[in-house]
């Protein structure tokens, strides 16, 4: 669809719910050419209602707010009533349908988005296979009740993809995000409920806002995704001045819509952002502003998880029995002129041994290689554990087409080197940006090579090729 069919449809909404206040607008971009309008929304707004002057009272600097900069906050535009949320990470061209009550009081925002995919698999020694599937449907509403400051944000999923598949006892998992935010001023940012960790770069970007069409081999093995718990965050970001943040987060250590084997187990956040020269964008991949100065950011996330009970912490299948881990991440993304380069380093590490049995009494040394120990009997589990790096590198020329390419490199601690390969991956991908990242096409090349350490497994590399359509508001 293009853009003018979505403003015509825009448009019509607008009509049709008169005389409530409905948006469906550009991003606002502030710089320091119009620091006045930066101020006034933010620290001397002059609004007809009670709420927007309760939010008004907060000293802030000034500041760029820029598409997607949700670690800025919330920013009321007085012009029309736009917000933008703190701790829920997401890129948006525009701010969706919103609706705001006569009196002020109340806002509610909807979004949708949908990524269609059609990919060919080269499997090495399986069949070949055609694969179409819609990967990302997802439905979005957020917005205050009552006072600007305290607000809410729902995401609901409901591709297969995004639901998994049912167990007995579970309940039918399309929450993704269900959170209550408190914001007493703009620099702080207080959250209860389930959402992102403060982890990876690639993992706090929306997957709308990708380069290529999914995240890397290592943001799917390392990351500590979702989870439920409480959130403070310390925001300090200007346009062209140092700035950095400081992101926290204690929650269950289980996982999105957890109800199973409950324990007083709890997992630790922590997340540190410098940016020397400024805001950057750094919610979405790619240097899609086209910033006229050089812009970097460093961040580096620790996070302990007690007693976890599945495979990777707040991912995957279950273990037999509980383990302690830690993950480091450090992220580095550098931005200017339509290039931008991005790296990222993941690991995992476990207190005790990786590996969990069914009989952990019958564990015993494996023949595959000296000092391996293995079950015995009976089934078992692993922590996966090693780390990894990621180089992606890209850049976007005038007409808005971006070349891409994305080298991976996996490896698994030596314990569970018998149940997991080495893995690495390597990219190539173009995008055609029609509506900035709402509205896009992608189409990707990839090969991902498996080598085993140990066993009895072939390695194996596979190829695929993929096609892609982003669409959203």
């Given at each position: 669809m293009k853009?003018?069919?979505?403003?015509?449809?825009?448009?019509?909404?607008?009509?049709?719910?008169?005389?409530?206040?409905?948006?469906?607008?550009?991003?606002?971009?502030?710089?320091s050419n119009n620091e006045a309008s930066a101020k006034a929304a933010t620290s001397t707004a002059e609004g007809p209602s009670s709420a927007m002057n309760s939010l008004a009272e907060a000293d802030a600097p000034a500041a760029v707010y820029s598409p997607g900069a949700d670690s800025l906050g919330i920013v009321l535009d007085l012009l029309d009533d736009d917000i933008r949320f703190p701790t829920l990470p997401y890129y948006?061209?525009?701010?969706?349908?919103?609706?705001?009550?006569?009196?002020?009081?109340f806002r509610m925002n909807i979004r949708?988005?949908?990524?269609?995919?059609?990919?060919?698999?080269?499997?090495?020694?399986r069949d070949d296979t055609v694969e179409g599937v819609v990967r990302r449907l997802r439905l979005r509403f957020d917005g205050f009740v009552g006072n600007p400051k305290f607000l809410y944000a729902i995401q609901l999923s409901f591709s297969p993809g995004d639901v998994g598949t049912l167990r007995d006892?579970?309940?039918?998992?399309?929450?993704?995000?269900?959170?209550?935010?408190?914001?007493?001023n703009p620099r702080i940012n207080l959250g209860f409920g389930q959402t992102k960790l403060p982890g990876n770069r690639q993992r706090l970007n929306s997957s709308g806002a990708l380069q290529l069409t999914d995240r890397s081999i290592n943001n799917a093995r390392f990351t500590i995704d979702r989870d439920y718990g409480v959130h403070a965050y310390y925001l300090n970001e200007y346009d062209d001045a140092f700035s950095w943040n400081i992101k926290t987060a204690v929650s269950t250590g289980n996982g999105r819509n957890w109800t199973r084997n409950l324990s007083t187990d709890l997992a630790y956040t922590g997340r540190v952002e410098v940016m020397p020269f400024g805001e950057m964008g750094m919610f979405f991949e790619g240097d899609i502003r086209r910033n006229q100065t050089p812009k970097l950011l460093l961040s580096a996330t620790y996070h302990l998880n007690q007693g976890a009970q599945r495979t990777g912490g707040q991912t995957g299948g279950?273990?037999?029995?509980?383990?302690?881990?830690?993950?480091?991440?450090?992220?580095?993304?550098?931005?200017?002129?339509?290039?931008?380069?991005?790296?990222?380093?993941?690991?995992?590490?476990?207190?005790?041994?990786?590996?969990?049995?069914?009989?952990?009494?019958?564990?015993?040394?494996?023949?595959l290689a000296p000092d391996l120990i293995m079950p015995a009997v009976g089934s078992y589990s692993a922590v996966f554990a090693g780390d990894g790096h990621d180089v992606q590198l890209s850049y976007l020329?005038?007409?808005?087409?971006?070349?891409?390419?994305?080298?991976?490199?996996?490896?698994?601690?030596?314990?569970?080197?018998?149940?997991?390969?080495?893995?690495?991956?390597?990219s190539f991908g173009v995008t055609r940006y029609i509506w900035e990242h709402s509205l896009k096409l992608q189409g990707e090349v990839t090969r991902t090579r498996s080598d085993w350490r140990f066993g009895n497994q072939p390695d194996r590399e596979d190829w695929y090729l993929r096609f892609q359509v982003e669409i959203g508001i």
């Open positions: 853009s003018g069919n979505l403003l015509f449809l825009f448009t019509a909404l607008m009509l049709v719910f008169a005389p409530w206040v409905v948006h469906a607008r550009q991003p606002l971009t502030l710089s948006t061209y525009g701010s969706g349908l919103g609706i705001t009550s006569p009196d002020s009081t949708f988005r949908m990524q269609n995919r059609s990919t060919l698999n080269l499997n090495d020694g006892g579970d309940g039918i998992n399309i929450i993704r995000d269900a959170m209550f935010f408190y914001r007493p279950s273990l037999f029995d509980t383990r302690d881990l830690t993950s480091f991440f450090f992220d580095g993304m550098f931005k200017y002129q339509g290039f931008s380069a991005m790296y990222a380093y993941m690991l995992r590490s476990v207190d005790g041994t990786a590996i969990t049995a069914e009989f952990p009494d019958q564990m015993m040394l494996s023949n020329f005038r007409s808005n087409y971006e070349l891409i390419t994305r080298y991976s490199v996996q490896t698994v601690l030596r314990d569970v080197a018998a149940v997991y390969p080495d893995r690495n991956q390597l």
